[in-house]
């Protein structure tokens, strides 16, 4: 049986090989001039990604990404994506979605199995037209 600290060594590894493994995917996307990154983990079985690489910032072309079923928790690396039109991260564990502010050109937003609360910061997002809501328990929606 392992002990506790290989466990945590395991893990460490694993999210560092799903970050790498990230970046290059993003590198590989921005060179190729693709607008569309799927860094799930059904499409990236063995990841364990649980951080956005921070080099998506400079992808300003990327008009979708999907990061469904990750250990991603913060979305603040995405805040700068102006071309930005769809986004799912179903079954994360985002609860903050105030970095997607400023993003005025997102249209869908898919966040199904979250423990998002609050939708206030979507406010200001006059172009989103398909918001999926699916599991998510405590999000209180009276007016």
């Known amino acids: 049986m392992a002990s506790n600290d290989e466990h945590q060594l395991r893990q460490s590894n694993s999210a560092g090989m799903a970050y790498s493994g990230a970046s ?6 921005k060179k190729s001039r693709q607008t569309t990154l799927n860094l799930s983990a059904s499409n990236n079985a063995h990841w364990n990604l649980r951080v956005i690489p921070e080099q998506i910032a400079e992808f300003k072309s990327l008009e979708s990404i999907s990061l469904d079923g990750t250990f991603v928790t913060d979305l603040t690396p995405l805040q700068g994506l102006s071309a930005l039109r769809a986004l799912s991260f179903n079954k ?3 609860t903050d979605l105030t970095p997607l502010q400023g993003l005025s050109a997102l249209q869908w937003l898919t966040l199904e199995g979250t423990a998002v609360t609050d939708l206030t910061p979507l406010q200001g997002l006059s172009a989103l037209r ?4 699916d599991g998510c328990a405590a999000l209180d929606l009276r007016p």
């Not at 398909?130 to 809501?133: C, H, P, Y």
């Open 130 to 133: 398909d918001l999926a809501l």
């Open 24 to 29: 290059e995917l993003i590198e590989f996307a």
């Open 92 to 94: 994360t564990g985002v």
